[in-house]
């Protein structure tokens, strides 16, 4: 236990990190391709563009960092005094600062969000703006003399030290070693987090003072992943040998490095070949002097050859260290590979991978496990979620008035994943709940969506259900649906209850929010806000369309004293997951009464201009009537 959760913390701080990075990523590149054409011993020297270069490093990205790390921690607000905090470690050193920027950003962003907090409902009316200016700039300002004057030589010290202690293992050969360290943590859970959190701030001093630096091909390097993959091309098995071809294209030319972790986790042996791969790599890259003058984001064989400098020599070394990592990992993995008894389960590795990183994988559902044709003659469809309570209603709501246009005489239903009937003949549900529901009713056509509200799945599945359906006279299911518990809805939706204009740093402070409401309103027992970020932890509450619905799991139905909403219009959005959130609505559902309205909700909801008049709102009852007139 104790285990976990050290590794969910690491997890946590190294996404951190690099969300602070990642976002700027563009100017990271921008700077190199600047500094690559135009410094003297660049493509093309020029002597008055090459003055962008210095500015660019040493104030544009460090800011940019400071600001982007406020703006995580609290909103815009965070991220001005987060800049301006920023500021005095910039002047405050002759280095870059974005290690400074790292500190400084958040701390702006945390102490600014603590200022918030205290004066909240304590301002008269009328002072708002006085207030809020001035106590970010005070705040700031102050800030940003702490930072000038203590931060920014800590700091300065400490960077020193790494770049001399990376000097170090250059001269002692002993740089190849760090591949012991970095390749099983980005298969593992943080390969973000290394690269864009640690790496490219110290190379970009590196590529400052010498031109270009090694510790950008450290993570970057696509030749381990592309050796394994390879082996697996030659020696794998059942699906994992008919996937590696396209997985080594995706890895090696895209730079989607993710897409090659499963390969591993299905022979967890295989990270030897990944460490040997990338130590390697290194060697070789050392040994001939490789390196970049930018940063290579993603990890593409194609932004490698653009971020190398302009001579013979580097793209020598360069394309060594690729093709020899991919070499050593691939004569390593063939061995693995052939010696072993192989798994051929890479839809359950995706799925340990996806909960290794602590976040939803992109690449995850590129492994989903491949199913026959739709069956003919369907009569049961059923939509399925963790409780059975928002997501899968939503849902069904939309499938169902979907398949009323097309004349279908199909049964569209929803529930939790733990009551889904045997005789369901097509379930859906979210991507990530999709094993669950396969478990339960393994016969059963499974469809995997990431979109309630607007899925391209519903409109191809009624595609394929108006060609292959025989009409039939089977008797219409009572549904646990909008048609059924409809004798009370009065006090499901309260003018009270609808809240404009919000603004949340976290998906966890927004979540919480609308549980408080529900808590206040009488809806649900207090323990059901912590359900509520459970099962937005668990599931993405996220419904598409700009659109979220935290409800709770289905263990805390029984919390639940009454059926009630709230509505939260967050004009400027929270990020849930990367999916931008501009409309919130809080659910707690029992015995079905809150269905009528959710279904409303939902079939509002898919529209997006509903979703626009619904954000721009400017009272309650104008947001109410929007969602009432669906």
Same mark, same amino acid.
Request: hydrophobic fraction near 50%; include cysteine; proline fraction near 3%.
């Given at each position: 236990m104790a285990q976990s959760n050290i590794k969910v913390a690491v997890q946590k701080f190294g996404n951190f990190l690099s969300s602070m990075v990642m976002p700027n990523i563009g100017a990271f590149i921008a700077w190199g391709l600047i500094t690559a054409l135009f410094i003297p011993t660049g493509f093309f020297p020029n002597e008055s563009l090459a003055k962008l270069v210095d500015p660019m490093v040493k104030y544009l990205l460090p800011l940019l960092i400071g600001y982007t790390g406020g703006k995580l921690v609290h909103d815009q607000r965070g991220g001005v005094v987060g800049a301006i905090a920023t500021m005095g470690v910039i002047v405050g050193s002759d280095?870059?600062?974005?290690?400074?920027?790292? *500190?400084?950003?958040?701390?702006?962003?945390? *102490?600014?969000?603590?200022?918030?907090?205290?004066?909240?409902?304590?301002?008269?009316?009328?002072?708002?703006?006085?207030?809020?200016?001035?106590?970010?700039?005070?705040?700031?300002?102050?800030?940003?003399?702490?930072?000038?004057?203590?931060?920014?030589?800590?700091?300065?010290?400490?960077?020193?030290?790494?770049?001399?202690?990376?000097?170090?293992? $250059?001269a002692h050969g002993l740089l190849p070693l760090t591949s012991i360290l970095i390749e099983p943590a980005k298969i593992l859970f943080l390969n973000n987090a290394i690269n864009h959190g640690i790496l490219s701030p110290i190379g970009a001093e590196q590529i400052r003072t010498n031109g270009q630096s090694i510790l950008l091909l450290l993570e970057t390097n696509p030749g381990p992943g592309l050796g394994i993959l390879l082996a697996y091309c030659f020696f794998?098995?059942?699906?994992?040998?008919?996937?590696? /071809?396209?997985? +080594?294209?995706?890895?090696?030319?895209?730079?989607?490095?993710? *897409?090659?972790? /499963?390969?591993?986790?299905?022979? /967890?042996?295989?990270?030897?070949?990944?460490?040997?791969?990338?130590?390697?790599?290194?060697?070789?890259?050392?040994?001939?002097?490789?390196?970049?003058?930018? $940063?290579?984001? /993603?990890?593409?064989?194609?932004?490698?050859?653009?971020?190398?400098?302009?001579? +013979?020599?580097?793209?020598?070394? =360069?394309?060594?260290?690729?093709? $020899? +990592?991919?070499?050593?990992?691939?004569?390593?993995?063939?061995?693995?590979?052939?010696?072993?008894?192989?798994?051929?389960?890479?839809?359950?590795?995706?799925?340990?991978?996806?909960?290794?990183?602590?976040?939803?994988?992109?690449?995850?559902?590129?492994?989903?496990?491949?199913?026959?044709?739709?069956?003919?003659?369907?009569?049961?469809?059923?939509?399925?979620?963790? +409780?059975?309570?928002?997501?899968?209603?939503?849902?069904?709501?939309?499938?169902?008035?979907?398949?009323?246009?097309?004349?279908? =005489?199909?049964? $569209?239903? =929803?529930?939790?994943?733990?009551?889904?009937p045997d005789d369901a003949q097509i379930v859906i549900t979210q991507e990530e709940l999709t094993p669950r529901a396969q478990n339960k009713v393994p016969g059963a056509y499974h469809i995997s969506v990431d979109n309630f509200l607007s899925s391209p799945e519903y409109d191809k599945l009624i595609n394929q259900l108006k060609n292959d359906h025989t009409t039939s006279n089977v008797e219409e299911e009572k549904e646990v649906s909008a048609e059924s518990n409809t004798d009370s809805n009065d006090g499901l939706l309260l003018e009270e209850n609808v809240f404009l204009n919000q603004h949340f740093s976290s998906k966890e402070e927004a979540i919480r929010f609308a549980g408080s409401v529900l808590v206040k309103g009488g809806y649900v027992e207090e323990n059901y806000v912590e359900a509520m970020i459970e099962r937005d932890n668990m599931t993405s509450t996220y419904m598409g369309n700009d659109v979220a619905i935290p409800h709770g799991t289905e263990e805390a139905k029984k919390n639940v004293l009454k059926s009630g909403f709230t509505v939260i219009q967050v004009p400027e959005g929270v990020d849930f997951?990367?999916?931008?959130?501009?409309?919130?609505?809080?659910?707690?559902?029992?015995?079905?009464?809150?269905?009528?309205?959710?279904?409303?909700? %939902?079939?509002?909801?898919?529209?997006?201009?509903?979703?626009?008049?619904?954000?721009? %709102?400017?009272?309650?009852?104008?947001?109410?009537?929007?969602?009432?007139?669906?």
């Open positions: 280095i870059p600062m974005f290690l400074g920027a790292m *500190i400084m950003g958040p701390l702006g962003g945390y *102490i600014i969000k603590k200022f918030d907090q205290f004066i909240e409902g304590k301002v008269k009316t009328g002072f708002e703006m006085l207030i809020n200016n001035f106590s970010a700039g005070i705040l700031g300002g102050t800030l940003a003399i702490l930072a000038f004057l203590g931060v920014s030589p800590a700091v300065d010290g400490f960077t020193g030290a790494l770049v001399v202690g990376v000097d170090w293992m $250059v794998g098995k059942g699906t994992a040998k008919q996937s590696a /071809p396209g997985a +080594a294209i995706i890895h090696f030319i895209g730079g989607i490095h993710e *897409i090659y972790f /499963p390969y591993v986790l299905m022979r /967890p042996l295989l990270i030897v070949a990944a460490i040997l791969g990338g130590m390697s790599g290194v060697f070789t890259f050392v040994l001939l002097g490789g390196g970049l003058q930018a $940063v290579a984001s /993603p990890g593409s064989i194609l932004a490698i050859l653009a971020a190398t400098p302009g001579n +013979a020599g580097s793209y020598v070394a =360069n394309i060594s260290g690729v093709l $020899v +990592a991919a070499v050593v990992s691939f004569i390593v993995g063939t061995l693995i590979l052939k010696t072993g008894k192989q798994s051929e389960d890479l839809d359950e590795a995706a799925r340990k991978m996806q909960e290794m990183k602590g976040k939803k994988s992109s690449v995850a559902g590129s492994f989903a496990k491949q199913q026959g044709e739709v069956p003919v003659n369907v009569q049961k469809i059923v939509f399925a979620c963790d +409780a059975g309570m928002g997501s899968s209603a939503m849902g069904a709501s939309l499938l169902r008035k979907k398949v009323k246009q097309a004349d279908l =005489n199909i049964s $569209v239903t =929803n529930t939790a994943i733990s009551n889904i997951d990367g999916e931008k959130v501009r409309l919130i609505f809080g659910i707690a559902g029992k015995d079905g009464t809150h269905l009528e309205i959710l279904s409303g909700i %939902a079939i509002t909801c898919s529209d997006m201009d509903n979703i626009e008049q619904m954000v721009h %709102a400017k009272s309650a009852k104008e947001l109410m009537a929007i969602i009432q007139s669906n």
